[in-house]
């Protein structure tokens, strides 16, 4: 693994990095959006009948899914290592380029803020005004949501899971000594405009456990 030694992304790697997600997402092995929606939908219902509620089952897919990110992340780690540095603030150009790489949605809009004051955490913000995962759901009688069942979790559980887990794979690789947390803030099936996350930044020596 070679160290990373830009301290911050230039022309050259925003332009590769509007190049790669194209490519990436054209070789990629396509899985129909219909089918991860469904296959999605009925792993929630059987962690529902698991643990007894959504907002539990949606936590367990949020840890499901940052624990095993990983495992099918590490390609995609290597191959997106040229458009890595040293910034934490650069995460918002990582973050837009792989949703893109791996679903061909675009992020509506995403943007960087450093911390406020000592203390607080680097933050990513960033929306979708579509979701693939809770498309049709609200046409579906065989499972009942109610937005009040989502509790701290939106529908999109799993994209936070991955995301906490490939940001923090990026700061490891790219020697970026923060840890990363995100959390779904707005979830369009709560009613909410668009789709919102938020990745947080803390200092490893500081970094306090999330749920």
Not at 176 to 205: M, N, Q, S, W
């Amino acid at each position: 693994m070679s160290p990373i030694k830009k301290e911050k992304v230039g022309l050259r790697e925003k332009l590769l990095a509007a190049l790669g997600k194209r490519i990436m997402y054209w070789r990629a092995k396509k899985v129909p959006q219909l089918l991860i929606n469904l296959s999605y939908r009925e792993t929630i219902r059987l962690l529902i009948e698991l643990y007894g509620d959504a907002g539990s089952a949606l936590k367990a897919m949020f840890q499901l899914a940052r624990d095993a990110g990983p495992d099918f992340l590490n390609e995609w780690v290597e191959s997106a290592s040229p458009i890595f540095s040293k910034h934490v603030g650069d995460h918002a150009l990582w973050i837009k380029s792989g949703y893109y790489g791996f679903t061909g949605d675009h992020i509506t809009y995403i943007e960087y803020f450093p911390p406020e004051k000592e203390g607080d955490p680097h933050r990513v913000v960033w929306r979708i005004d579509k979701c693939f995962l809770c498309a049709g759901l609200d046409q579906d009688n065989t499972i009942d949501i109610k937005k009040e069942d989502l509790k701290d979790f939106g529908w999109g559980a799993a994209i936070a899971g991955i995301f906490t887990a490939t940001t923090n794979m990026i700061n490891e690789y790219a020697g970026i000594e923060f840890t990363c947390h995100v959390r779904e803030t707005k979830c369009l099936l709560k009613g909410d405009p668009y789709g919102e996350f938020v990745a947080e930044f803390y200092p490893k020596e500081k970094d306090a456990e999330k749920p």
